[in-house]
């Protein structure tokens, strides 16, 4: 197969953490004789600071144009410590998400077992967690008309939704739990919220559909609590755009580290894939980000054309990558490894997994990251 990607590295850790992403696709490529081209664009702070826009047109143009979009990290704390900046990063993320019709995002959650402990939570709560959540991406606050009054003390944020935003991703939430455990969560505020009411109105008429699929519904306080005294009772939740940019970075700690978790965001035509986390300006340049989730993310784009031989193949790797203790600090706060070793180690068993027959955590130290 031969696709086109654009790869937007963005800000902080991104173009790091993509790097790796990168080279296991390329061993990807090589092993299973497919042709991954890849073209690099700016997004973001570093897209502002040298465009003044921080989604230039060029890059909009690449990404309407590719098959699918690699997308690292946005943000920088000089626009974060700014309320009064006109011109953010994230502006330049919402509108590609709205022009490339990205309508659903999709995280999956999945504690690995050899990092069980890592965890904030116990063993017995999240042991056997595994869940994905459907989040509505174009709609809601975050896109709804806004205003500050001329004295900047009272503002508002305009939240609305149609029938049909709902309608597109409740279709594609039930047909991912028929593939699963046949359970549907739908998260909302219908007791306050006119929005979730309509939410919950669709999702029962679209439900109809997949009688196979059990609905229910949790309002999203009492839903972000259960997410921590029982992550095992979800399979799919399905829930509005800021609800679910919240619930799912709570979850995050069921897996042990923001670190570990992918997304994709699809539309009709288009895909865009990404790790959750944000761009942790304090450990650019450092080799200490962890890049795992960056590397899953290219696996769910394998995942995306049909190649699922070959997205677990990296599923694989970086679970050998976990169990030998190959991770960055985040996840072993005495590790000897960083981000480019994780990297190397994950293209490494791409290549040729029967080498780690012979691994020895001993022998690989940060600059010398090749399996002996």
């Known amino acids: 197969m031969n696709l086109k990607i654009a790869v937007l590295p963005g800000d902080g850790i991104g173009p790091e953490v993509i790097l790796q992403a990168k080279k296991a696709l390329y061993a990807i490529g090589e092993v299973y004789n497919h042709e991954f081209v890849f073209e690099e664009a700016l997004m973001g702070a570093i897209a502002i600071d040298k465009t003044g826009n921080p989604l230039p047109e060029q890059t909009l143009n690449l990404c309407l144009n590719t098959d699918a979009v690699l997308f690292g990290a946005i943000g920088d704390p000089k626009y974060d410590n700014n309320p009064n900046a006109k011109v953010r990063p994230e502006q330049g993320l919402l509108r590609l998400r709205k022009e490339l019709g990205l309508f659903a995002n999709i995280r999956p959650i999945k504690p690995y077992k050899a990092l069980i402990d890592a965890s904030p939570l116990k063993r017995e709560i999240i042991d056997g967690a595994d869940f994905t959540i459907f989040r509505e991406l174009t709609g809601g606050a975050y896109f709804g008309a806004k205003t500050l009054n001329e004295e900047g003390t009272h503002a508002s944020d305009l939240c609305e939704y149609s029938e049909e935003e709902i309608t597109r991703i409740a279709h594609l939430a039930f047909k991912s ?70 619930l799912s970075d709570e979850a995050s700690v069921i897996t042990g580290s923001i670190g570990l978790l992918a997304s994709a965001s699809l539309g009709e035509k288009n895909a865009l894939f990404e790790p959750i986390h944000g761009s942790y300006p304090q450990a650019k340049g450092k080799n200490i980000a962890n890049p795992i989730a960056s590397i899953l993310s290219a696996a769910m784009l394998l995942e995306h054309f049909g190649l699922f031989t070959e997205a677990n193949v990296i599923y694989k790797a970086v679970e050998k990558a976990i169990e030998y203790k190959v991770v960055t600090v985040d996840l072993k706060p005495d590790s000897k490894f960083g981000t480019n070793e994780v990297g190397e180690f994950v293209s490494n068993f791409i290549f040729s997994k029967d080498d780690l027959l012979y691994f020895n955590n001993d022998n690989v130290h940060i600059g010398q990251s090749t399996i002996v």
């Open 177 to 246: 739990a028929q593939n699963r455990r046949k359970k549907l969560t739908m998260v909302d505020k219908a007791n306050v919220l006119e929005t979730s009411r309509l939410w919950r109105k669709v999702v029962q008429k679209v439900s109809v559909s997949y009688p196979d699929v059990a609905l229910d519904f949790l309002f999203v306080d009492n839903a972000a609590m259960q997410l921590i005294l029982n992550p095992k009772q979800f399979d799919v939740i399905l829930t509005e755009n800021l609800f679910g940019d919240i």
